[in-house]
């Protein structure tokens, strides 16, 4: 049974309760690029499931979905109430080939957008915090909020890669 929009927002904002959002976003790359380490093409490249990712798409999902954040946050910023467009991670992942991408540009072009991402954010006042878009499938999203849903979403992430690595 597939979540709902507000059950998958509860669920991946548990995973980040009680920590510091921007310190978690800024650990994140790095602590992908630990846990692909030394690890064999078999072992990146093995899905836990028929139906899950390999550490390899995981790494690609996760670089495509900060290209998919540095866009929102800069429209959420400029414009106060934008519409945001969801997007079809499933489909993102057959068209662009996840499970042949080189995880080492997939660390690479995570981690410098997500510095870039952190900057900007660092930069601008509070205040922009407040700002929102309108998420297509899940209503009204704060910049504050997103925050703490893509620390969240990168933690369920990094811990699906360390039990796959685990099996």
Same mark, same amino acid.
């Given at each position: 049974m597939q979540e709902t929009p507000q059950q998958y927002t509860k669920r991946i904002l548990s995973y980040s309760e009680g920590g510091d959002a921007m310190q978690l976003l800024e650990s994140a790359p790095q602590k992908l690029a630990s846990l692909l380490a030394g690890k064999t093409n078999d072992q990146i490249s093995r899905r836990p499931a028929p139906d899950k990712w390999s550490p390899r798409e995981i790494a690609a999902h996760l670089s495509d979905t900060e290209i998919a954040l540095s866009w929102r946050i800069r429209q959420i910023l400029g414009t106060n109430g934008i519409a945001v467009q969801a997007f079809d991670q499933d489909a993102w992942a057959n068209a662009f080939d996840y499970g042949h991408r080189d995880p080492s540009a997939s660390i690479e072009l995570y981690r410098v957008l997500r510095a870039a991402n952190v900057a900007l954010l660092k930069s601008v006042p509070k205040k922009l915090w407040d700002n929102y878009g309108v998420h297509q499938e899940r209503g009204n #999203?704060?910049?504050?909020?997103?925050?703490?849903?893509?620390?969240?979403?990168?933690?369920?992430?990094?811990?699906?890669? #360390?039990t796959a690595l685990a099996d």
């Amino acid at each position: 049974m597939q979540e709902t929009p507000q059950q998958y927002t509860k669920r991946i904002l548990s995973y980040s309760e009680g920590g510091d959002a921007m310190q978690l976003l800024e650990s994140a790359p790095q602590k992908l690029a630990s846990l692909l380490a030394g690890k064999t093409n078999d072992q990146i490249s093995r899905r836990p499931a028929p139906d899950k990712w390999s550490p390899r798409e995981i790494a690609a999902h996760l670089s495509d979905t900060e290209i998919a954040l540095s866009w929102r946050i800069r429209q959420i910023l400029g414009t106060n109430g934008i519409a945001v467009q969801a997007f079809d991670q499933d489909a993102w992942a057959n068209a662009f080939d996840y499970g042949h991408r080189d995880p080492s540009a997939s660390i690479e072009l995570y981690r410098v957008l997500r510095a870039a991402n952190v900057a900007l954010l660092k930069s601008v006042p509070k205040k922009l915090w407040d700002n929102y878009g309108v998420h297509q499938e899940r209503g009204n #999203e704060s910049i504050a909020h997103m925050t703490r849903l893509m620390a969240g979403h990168d933690l369920n992430h990094l811990r699906q890669i #360390e039990t796959a690595l685990a099996d």
